[in-house]
Structure formats: structure tokens, C-alpha cells
């Protein structure tokens, strides 16, 4: 980081090229054709540096009619709340917006940028920020030829970062791979992605947590008709009708306050609704925050270092420990940004209910079956179930049927393997 004291040098891209030892090519204006097809690096930048950002209204009122399930912070945005926040990256005494690459073709690359409308993922979308901006037809383009195009995009980033202390606007991941806090999530609408096919299911199906949410009327509907262990009868089935609301004392109870105490980070940002909670125990969401901090603190800099070790011998194109560190480190970002989200959208599990004579989330049940003898689970939620270690979710089939259950009461559930009975022998 530069000292706040001080104003960071000013960096442009015809000498960021040259001082990394490319043969620079251009300037040329935002929106013409490049020249040439070969694989390279390329720089945007505005003529100069510009103290105080214009952002566009009307591109971004496109971009979120294009992105209908946009948000900000886990909101649908104003305009007026978008253009704040992209604000906030803007760099007043640098005039470089963007740096990017291409394996294949420099030319291409940036024809598709031209030609995707903004919040459209197709044919390009890389450095789509830069289309939010007023005067970006005002911008230009500095591009070189590359033998490994990643490789300098990745060093031109990390000598900007080094000498400014921030990403350039548009640019929204590290060299590293870690992305850009800036609160927006499904930014970019797929106009290609075929419609999913929904199955219909019949038997216990899996349900998502979000279909689990503990409301005292849907609940007692669901859990309090008991499962029958009588032969089905082979008689058509009636017309299914509304099932009223029926008294707990006729099974189990619904599960509310007493079963969960909720996080007050529930609502995680998400695409087009929050995002289904992720029940945990107090162990498992210690057990993620601690993976966390192992992947953020121990692994990313270890994989990060031996990136830059690879680079060192040369030649990468037949780099095998570039290429297996390049891919561990995709898994790694992968991993945690789903811990990032798990941990935001925590509920954790109280496991303090009275009585301990009812199945619920924490709970473990001692069943007795009617294939495997006795059988211990412990009830949480999908993000901690272990079968081997004998966590089940709740949203699965056996879950399902022994949530709200007591001791003495009996269940059939529909497994792969055909049907098994359980007999609920003790709750603690």
C-alpha cells in the first residue's frame, strides 16, 4: 500500500508495458478494431486522470434491466445506491481503468468487450464495469504481443497494486485470484442458459433449507400427520385436498424459537432472493471459520508463492508445477468464497430445548430398525452431515421423518435400497 501521506505515482500503460518488456503496440480509441490476432496483453486508460468519477445513469439503468436479480448487499439497488458504490473504486490520480489478456487474441477478446451490451455475460464480459462510465468512448488502448499472456497481466497487476495500493477500476479479482469486496452479486444476465428441468418427486424428497423454514402452521401440516405402517391400499387415490392447520396435540409439535437461535447475518447477498440459511452447530461453524482461516491465511500464500516460483524457471508452457498450481489455487478461491457465504448465512443450532423428548435440530436420536438392529443420528444441518459419522441432515429422507418425533413412535421412510422402519428409542 502507498502512504496515504503522499499521492501514488502515476502510472500509464505504454511504460507499464515497456517496463515489463513488451513491445507496445497503439494507442488506439475505445470501440475501434485492434490489429493483429496474436495472443498478448492489452491496457485501457483514459487520456488522463480524472479527479472525480461520471458514471453514466442511463447505462446503469440498462444494466439492471438486463440484470433483474442483481443485488447490493443482498438488495435490489437504486441507481443512485449502484452508482455510490462503483464510485468508491474510482482511483482520482490514475488513469488506468482496466488490464486484461488474452490467450488466443487480443483482437477478439476486446471485439467481444465492445460488443456485450452491459450485464449481458455474452460474447465477453470481462472488465464490464468499465461500460458504467460516461467517457469511456474517451478511453484508449494499449496492447502487446505475449508468449504467456496470464503471466503479465498477473505482473502488470501486481506492479499497479504495489505502486497505487488498489486494483484499477474495472478490475474486480487480484492476481491472486481473490475477488473485489464490493457487495454486488449476480451482476451479469445469461440470455443462453436453458431453462432447469424440474422432476417431480414423490416419496420424502430432499428439501432445500430454505423449504425447512421453522413456520408453526406449515410445520404442524407436514409433521403432525403420522406415517402410516399399514399396506398402502391399491385404491385410486383421492383428489389431494387442503390440509388444514391441526392442534400439536395430535403428533409431534411444531419446531420454532426453541429449536434454532438465528444469526444476525442471515440474509446473505444472493441471486434474486436471499440466500437459504445454513444451519450449524456451534462446532461446525467453529470448525468453518477455522477452515477459513486456514485457506485465507496458510494456504492461499503458500499456493500464491509457489505461482511465483514457477514463473521464475522460464518458459510455462510446459510448466507442470505452474499448471498444478494455477489449478489448486482455482479450488482454493472456489472453496472460499462458499465458506464466505456459509458463514454469512449461519443459523446456529440451540440445542437447549426442554425435555430433550423431541427430535430436532442438535438433537440425537437412538432408533431401532427393522433391518440394522440399533442405530444412533444426530440431527444437523446439510452442511455438517457426515453418514459415516453419523450426522444426517434434516433435510434428508431419514431427517425428514424423525424431526418433531418421540420416544415410542415409529416411522417409514423410502431409502434407495427399498423401505426401512424405525422405532424412535431415545432423544437426547
Do not use: C
Not at 507496445?24 to 478494431?33: A, C, D, K, T
Not at 439492471?64 to 441507481?79: E, F, H, M
Not at 442471515?266 to 436471499?274: I, K, M, V, Y
Not at 454469512?344 to 436420536?365: F, Q, R
Request: proline share 8%; glycine share 8%.
Amino acid at each position: 500500500m502507498t502512504n496515504s501521506s503522499s499521492p501514488a505515482p502515476l502510472l500509464n500503460g505504454r511504460d507499464l508495458l515497456r517496463a515489463n518488456g513488451l513491445s507496445v503496440e497503439g494507442p488506439i480509441q475505445w470501440g475501434r478494431p485492434v490489429t493483429g490476432s496474436s495472443p498478448g496483453v492489452f491496457i485501457v486508460e483514459l487520456p488522463a486522470p480524472a479527479p472525480k468519477v461520471s458514471i453514466d445513469p442511463d447505462a446503469i439503468r440498462e444494466w439492471l434491466g438486463r440484470a433483474q436479480d442483481l443485488r447490493l448487499d443482498g438488495k435490489r439497488p437504486s441507481v443512485a445506491e449502484l452508482q455510490s458504490r462503483l464510485a468508491a473504486f474510482w482511483l482520482p490520480g490514475q488513469a488506468i481503468l482496466y488490464v486484461g489478456s488474452s490467450r488466443k487474441s487480443v483482437a477478439a477478446r476486446l471485439a467481444g468487450m465492445f460488443k456485450t451490451p452491459l450485464g449481458e455475460r455474452r460474447p465477453q464480459p470481462s472488465g464490464y464495469w468499465l461500460k458504467t462510465l460516461h467517457d469511456i468512448n474517451k478511453a484508449r488502448i494499449w496492447w502487446a504481443p505475449a508468449s504467456d499472456p496470464e503471466l503479465y497481466e498477473d505482473t502488470l497487476l501486481e506492479t499497479f497494486v504495489k505502486t497505487v495500493g488498489a486494483l484499477p477500476y474495472a478490475v474486480l479479482a487480484t492476481p491472486g485470484g481473490q475477488r473485489r469486496d464490493h457487495g454486488l452479486t449476480a451482476p451479469l444476465h445469461d440470455e443462453t442458459a436453458r431453462p432447469v428441468k424440474i422432476t417431480k418427486v414423490t416419496v420424502l424428497p430432499d428439501a432445500t433449507e430454505a423449504e425447512m423454514s421453522f413456520s408453526r402452521s406449515s410445520f404442524r401440516v407436514r409433521a403432525t400427520r403420522p406415517i402410516s405402517l399399514a399396506k398402502p391400499s391399491r385404491a385410486k387415490a383421492a383428489p389431494r385436498k387442503t390440509v388444514k392447520p391441526v392442534p400439536p396435540t395430535t403428533g409431534p409439535s411444531a419446531i420454532e424459537t426453541p429449536v434454532v437461535r438465528r444469526s444476525s447475518r442471515t440474509a446473505a447477498p444472493g441471486s434474486g432472493q436471499a440466500s437459504a440459511p445454513t444451519h450449524l452447530t456451534a462446532e461446525g461453524l467453529a470448525a468453518l471459520r477455522a477452515e477459513f482461516d486456514e485457506l485465507t491465511n496458510q494456504r492461499r500464500p503458500e499456493v500464491i508463492s509457489r505461482i511465483k516460483a514457477a514463473r521464475e524457471l522460464g518458459d510455462l508452457s510446459e510448466n507442470a508445477d505452474y499448471d498444478a498450481a494455477r489449478k489448486e489455487q482455482s479450488f482454493l478461491e472456489g472453496r472460499v468464497q462458499q465458506l464466505q457465504q456459509m458463514i454469512k448465512s449461519a443459523v446456529v443450532i440451540d440445542a437447549s430445548h426442554e425435555g430433550g423428548t423431541e427430535v430436532v435440530l442438535g438433537s440425537t436420536v437412538v432408533v431401532e430398525t427393522d433391518r440394522h438392529g440399533e442405530e444412533t443420528f444426530t440431527i444437523v444441518g446439510s452442511a455438517e452431515a457426515d453418514a459415516a459419522a453419523g450426522k444426517i441432515s434434516f433435510t434428508s429422507p431419514i431427517g425428514r421423518a424423525l424431526m418433531g418425533r418421540h420416544p415410542g413412535e415409529k416411522v417409514r421412510v423410502q431409502v434407495p435400497a427399498g423401505t426401512v422402519d424405525y422405532k424412535v428409542v431415545k432423544v437426547h
